[in-house]
């Protein structure tokens, strides 16, 4: 587990959101105006500024500004290394992630949500072999993938090459693929960096696979019957 990890509180401020997931070494921009969020990181930051971001389910609207809306187990913990007060009272805060946890239990004694983790510890169940075959193969995934963002591609092609753990890798990549954000969680849930880099790679080459049929439909003699 990484050392940073080990600063997870057993208790912890939930921040619900749809569409977010928190990678443990990545940085998350965040706005807060709810006046019930307001509290929580006025709270954080007098306290040990951990907050945990938890991916909403499908179907939580109906249940949002309730402490009940559907959350994924596995959450991101992260710690607020920077913050500013607005004169309105929102904040603008950098979330920075420090790892993996499950919820045990939640309290319901606050006007947001508060939970009892347990951290989640990482490992890797490789090879030397099957770790560099497996960095070769996401590499032609990456490289020249047309439906990866040019920048993001050049990127993460400097990660693979650095020789960076699978473990850091898996979550630096899978913080940024577009992909839906249930497919993230499920990254964020699995412990084993080489089943979550397998996980990241199928995703990866689906990507290009989808992009590559877009554009061959989209060639002007694609419906040509010559």
């Not at 990890?5 to 998350?28: D, G, H, K, M, Y």
């Not at 606050?110 to 030397?128: H, L, M, N």
């Not at 490289?143 to 040019?150: A, E, F, K, V, W």
């Not at 849930?189 to 089943?195: L, R």
């Amino acid at each position: 587990m990484d050392d940073e990890a080990l600063f997870i509180p057993q208790s912890v401020p939930l921040f619900p959101l749809p569409e977010v997931v928190l990678f443990p070494r990545t940085i998350l921009p965040l706005h807060i105006f709810e006046p019930r969020y307001r509290k929580m990181l006025a709270d954080a930051l007098d306290g040990d500024q951990a907050i945990a971001v938890a991916l909403l389910k499908p179907g939580f609207e109906p249940l949002y500004y309730t402490r009940r809306a559907p959350i994924h187990p596995t959450i991101g913990v992260g710690r607020v290394i920077e913050s500013e007060k607005l004169p309105d009272g929102n904040y603008n805060l950098l979330l920075r992630g420090v790892g993996r946890a499950t919820i045990v239990e939640e309290q319901r004694d606050r006007e947001y949500r508060v939970a009892q983790v347990e951290p989640v510890e990482t490992f890797c169940r490789t090879t030397e072999r099957q770790d560099e075959r497996l960095r070769k193969e996401l590499w032609a995934a990456i490289r020249g993938n047309p439906g990866l963002d040019p920048d993001l591609r050049r990127h993460w092609l400097r990660l693979v090459r650095t020789g960076v753990e699978l473990d850091a890798l898996s979550d630096l990549i899978g913080a940024g693929v577009p992909i839906e954000a249930e497919l993230r969680q499920c990254l964020l849930a699995e412990p084993d960096a080489f089943a979550r880099t397998t996980m990241l790679l199928d995703q990866v080459r689906t990507l290009r696979a989808i992009a590559r049929n877009y554009w061959r439909a989209m060639r002007p003699d694609a419906n040509s019957m010559n």
